[in-house]
T-cell receptor, first 112, second 114 residues
Framework: SQQGEEDPQALSIQEGENATMNCSYK?????LQWYRQNSGRGLVHLIL?????REKHSGRLRVTLDTSKKSSSLLITASRAADTASYFC????????????FGAGTRLFVKA | EAQVTQNPRYLITVTGKKLTVTCSQN?????MSWYRQDPGLGLRQIYY???????DKGDVPEGYKVSRKEKRNFPLILESPSPNQTSLYFC?????????????FGPGTRLTVT
């Protein structure tokens, strides 16, 4: 079953523009994470936001979390060609265990 | 260098031939996990382990086995591989799953079962 669903599935922007990706989930979570993946390689952790946090920043990344709407957004400001990658949200379910559910991802293409 | 290693990186095998994909981390992490990635489906968790001798099922455990006899190693075993297990597999580890943590991923193992 898919917990996290990203939107849009694909996004193409010009270098210097901002990119916004959204993630929705279905059940109660402990936290939500965002990862980047370059073309079939391993995922790289970008940022984690806890369920009691609403916003978090890391460099050019800004993540928001709205637990009432069960949604999160990732904003990449001043995008660069090197930001071209797939971006995934993942949620740790609040079920007593530590099961992690990933979404299908957003493919971002930044044109130089 | 802190890393998660997987072997082999590429594997082509036939239906029914038992195989093991190894995963090792050098960061003394308690938590380890296996995922498979298929086009359009993102990553799906197969099994995870909270610590030595503690394992639990993820979202898609059928057809897979794992063991955690040592903290650094978490092998994935396919007793009787089938073509629907053709996929890209990732191992990951982290220190904890509480509070703020960072999950480190291996480079992936591309498995083809014919």
């Amino acid at each position: 079953s898919q917990q996290g669903e990203e939107d849009p599935q694909a996004l193409s922007i010009q270098e210097g523009e901002n990119a916004t990706m959204n993630c929705s989930y279905k059940t109660s979570i402990n936290n939500l994470q965002w990862y980047r993946q370059n073309s079939g390689r391993g995922l790289v952790h970008l940022i984690l936001i806890r369920s009691n946090e609403r916003e978090k920043h890391s460099g050019r990344l800004r993540v928001t979390l709205d637990t009432s709407k069960k949604s999160s957004s990732l904003l990449i400001t001043a995008s660069r060609a090197a930001d071209t990658a797939s971006y995934f949200c993942a949620t740790d379910l609040n079920t007593g265990g530590f099961k992690t559910i990933f979404g299908a991802g957003t493919r971002l293409f930044v044109k130089a | 260098e802190a890393q998660v290693t997987q072997n082999p990186r590429y594997l082509i095998t036939v239906t029914g031939k038992k195989l093991t994909v190894t995963c090792s981390q050098n960061m003394n992490h308690e938590y380890m996990s296996w995922y498979r990635q298929d086009p359009g489906l993102g990553l799906r968790q197969i099994y995870y382990s909270m610590n030595v001798e503690v394992t639990d099922k993820g979202d898609v455990p059928e057809g897979y086995k794992v063991s955690r006899k040592e903290k650094r190693n978490f092998p994935l075993i396919l007793e009787s591989p089938s073509p629907n297990q053709t996929s890209l597999y990732f191992c990951a580890s982290s220190h904890t799953r509480q509070g703020d943590y960072e999950q480190y991923f291996g480079p992936g193992t591309r498995l083809t079962v014919t």
